[in-house]
């Protein structure tokens, strides 16, 4: 590391990013939305003058108030460069101003037209290996892409001029679903914005150096120009090229969204934007925590997977999450399902009654709006077999018949709008520790970053105590359980505040492979977990990662799987121990004081029952209770009014009758809440 180089090398100042979300946007939006909001993607586009009538008729019947107009449709509004078709359009909104129904208007940039792939095929994404994506598809271009922004911010404003005053809209979707089908490019244009980005981040070249720990194998760079981006190559790649990469691929799309965003600010001041995330545990390439500083309302899509037979607790865990993202706050469920998709290998469609609780799930978990993809189903196009509020039959169907029930069942719950869900449990979520987790040459491939973290949101979910899913350096003061899974990376600033949280009262348990590196994945030198190894009052000198499968026994009887590690005591105590060679003896599971609180080590993945005993243990300690006594199977959330006012959501996803101990008035069917809910039924209970 010579002198010289240090003082070559290019310095770009980091700018400070202004962030754009406003609260006072996002409070007009829910002030004009008048109760829970309804509706889902609308395509007219795809149709006939006298489907639209049709649309508008059925429209009120299910009493549809919000929908998303326009997100595929550029080729349509401007056909060859420069020349506009708005017309099919503006009759669309004027139409549904008439009806009263809200639009989220789309920038309409999600697929590019087919006259500007011709002319700048350039836009195209590339993969790592080198693939160039085609048209003729959707979402295919790079949002690094000069030529793409210059269009895109270009359509964008012509929107914005035409609609600005429109009485229909009421606010902007941005794009759709950034970073769904590819998140990460590869190109040159990418390359240059890749190294421009390193410039900001790492100020000169050697700070990239020790970042990246680029004296191993020759990695070192002289200048940025010498940089790549992470494309496929003989051997494992650097980590922190890697890491720095997926930070930057997550940043290039939403600054993609931030030029579409100046331009409507520009235009229309008064109006709020957002674009549809994909929070859910399929999703990790995007630090949505980051985005969310960017949207004025936070708006997510979630599927399920059919043939998960616990997928309402993924939806769970998905919903808890965007509330994390929107701190607290109501939020959009911009896309879910009425029944089947039609992109996984066999696609079921729901059960009677099935999309009536995933609607109310997402509800009781803090959405605010209730939307769908699709308004109606396609005849033509790949999504075809996609269901929608209006499926192929028409009205007389089951589907729209739920769809008529769903709509009204959220008029009946208008009071609960604006309320905040009710949580004394924080679940630690980072997605650069998920990034860093799951890089390669790690001592178990094995290990996966939400495996514990679901693992206890399940545990957490029977027991009808909801979880907030929180980044690491959020506000952890109103919580008594704070749980911190496989948090591999972790900074400073992070670990300090967790560790406050247990010294301020909190119980906090901490789980293997946490704590291990710095933001540059620097391993924390001294013992493992660097990070937590004081608070928790253990250090450990050596992972044992188990054989595919393998198990390992403790002396509570239990076995663990996935992890062992040689644990040793530093102050902690071992509520339980391996039993099995080479680890006989060793702690599996450690408790150690922490101020005024406790600090909990897990070195393994339990069974399903330990863990469950374990969440039993932490609740007790931590004074933590479930929103109300029921009979298994029902999922039980709170939401409460800063006047008092509560309502608890008691969705019943078993099959036979369950009883629910509560007291109030039943929202959904009216009059007083009996104390059960019907096999696969709902209750909202205003509570006395
Ligand atoms: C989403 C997308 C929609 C539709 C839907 C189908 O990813 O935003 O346009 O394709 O999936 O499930």
């Not at 003082?7 to 008048?34: I, K, Q, S, Y």
């Not at 708005?86 to 139409?95: A, I, K, P, R, S």
């Not at 939020?331 to 029944?339: I, P, V």
């Not at 109300?628 to 409460?640: F, I, K």
Request: charged letters at 20%; proline letters at 5%.
């Amino acid at each position: 590391m010579s002198a010289d180089t240090r003082t070559a090398a290019p310095v770009t100042p980091a700018a400070p990013e202004t962030r754009a979300a406003d609260p006072a946007l996002a409070a007009r939006f829910w002030a004009n939305a008048g109760g829970i909001a309804f509706g889902g993607d609308y395509n007219p586009e795809q149709w006939p003058r006298e489907v639209h009538a049709e649309d508008l008729v059925l429209m009120k019947e299910a009493g549809v108030t919000l929908l998303s107009v326009g997100i595929f449709s550029w080729a349509l509004l401007e056909p060859r460069e420069g020349e506009y078709d708005f017309g099919w359009l503006d009759e669309v909104m004027d139409n549904l101003a008439g009806a009263g129904i809200k639009v989220a208007l789309a920038t309409a940039t999600a697929a590019p037209p087919a006259w500007l792939v011709r002319k700048h095929p350039e836009i195209l994404p590339v993969t790592a290996d080198g693939t160039v994506l085609g048209g003729g598809s959707r979402r295919h271009y790079t949002p690094s892409s000069s030529a793409y922004r210059r269009y895109a911010t270009g359509i964008t404003r012509v929107i914005a001029e035409r609609y600005k005053d429109h009485p229909a809209l009421a606010l902007w979707h941005v794009d759709n679903e950034l970073g769904c089908h590819v998140s990460e490019f590869y190109g040159d244009e990418d390359a240059q914005a890749f190294r421009d980005w390193l410039a900001r981040r790492h100020g000169t070249i050697e700070a990239l150096n020790d970042a990246w720990g680029t004296a191993f194998w020759s990695q070192h760079y002289a200048s940025f120009d010498e940089i790549q981006p992470p494309r496929v190559a003989p051997s494992t790649l650097n980590p922190g090229q890697q890491l720095d990469f997926q930070r930057y691929s997550s940043w290039a799309l939403i600054d993609y969204y931030r030029a579409l965003l100046a331009v409507l600010r520009e235009v229309t001041p008064h109006v709020p934007a957002t674009t549809n995330l994909m929070a859910s545990s399929a999703t990790r390439s995007m630090d949505y925590f980051d985005w969310a500083r960017d949207l004025d309302v936070i708006a997510n899509d979630h599927y399920l997977v059919a043939a998960d037979p616990d997928n309402h607790v993924e939806l769970a865990f998905s919903a808890d999450l965007t509330r994390g993202i929107a701190g607290g706050r109501p939020w959009l469920l911009m896309e879910h399902s009425t029944s089947a998709v039609n992109w996984q290998p066999r696609n079921r469609p729901k059960l009677p009654g099935e999309m009536l609780r995933n609607s109310l799930a997402h509800v009781a978990r803090g959405a605010d709006a209730v939307m769908f993809f699709q308004w109606r189903q396609s005849f033509a196009g790949s999504e075809k077999f996609h269901s929608a509020m209006v499926p192929h039959g028409g009205k007389d169907t089951r589907v729209f018949r739920e769809v008529c029930e769903l709509g009204a069942a959220l008029r009946r719950l208008a009071e609960v709008q604006g309320s905040l869900v009710e949580s004394r449990v924080a679940i630690v979520f980072d997605y650069e520790a998920w990034w860093a987790a799951e890089l390669d040459s790690h001592p178990s491939a094995d290990v996966r970053y939400l495996d514990m973290l679901r693992d206890f949101h399940g545990s957490l979910f029977r027991r009808g105590v909801t979880a907030d899913v929180l980044h690491p350096a959020a506000d952890l003061s109103g919580y008594d359980l704070v749980l911190v899974c496989t948090l591999y990376a972790v900074d400073d600033g992070a670990a300090a505040n967790i560790a406050a949280a247990a010294r301020r009262g909190a119980t906090l348990l901490v789980s293997y492979f946490s704590g291990i590196v710095d933001k540059h994945d620097h391993v924390r030198l001294g013992g493992y977990p660097g990070a937590f190894r004081d608070l928790l009052g253990v250090s450990v000198e050596e992972f044992h990662p188990l054989p595919a499968g393998g198990t390992v026994a403790l002396d509570d009887g239990s076995t663990g799987s996935v992890w062992s590690e040689q644990v040793r005591l530093a102050g902690a105590e071992a509520p339980a121990s391996f039993t099995s060679y080479p680890l006989a003896g060793v702690p599996a599971l450690t408790r150690h004081a922490a101020g005024a609180g406790t600090a909990w080590y897990l070195a393994t993945r339990p069974d399903a029952a330990a863990l469950d005993r374990l969440v039993d243990r932490l609740l007790a300690e931590s004074g933590v209770a479930p929103a109300a006594a029921a009979a298994p199977g029902v999922e039980l959330v709170r939401r409460r009014h800063p006047d008092g006012r509560s309502y608890l959501f008691a969705l019943n996803h078993g099959r036979s009758e369950a009883t629910v101990d509560a007291s109030g008035r039943e929202l959904l069917g009216g009059g007083r809440f009996t104390g059960t809910v019907a096999a696969g039924g709902c209750a909202v209970v205003a509570e006395d």
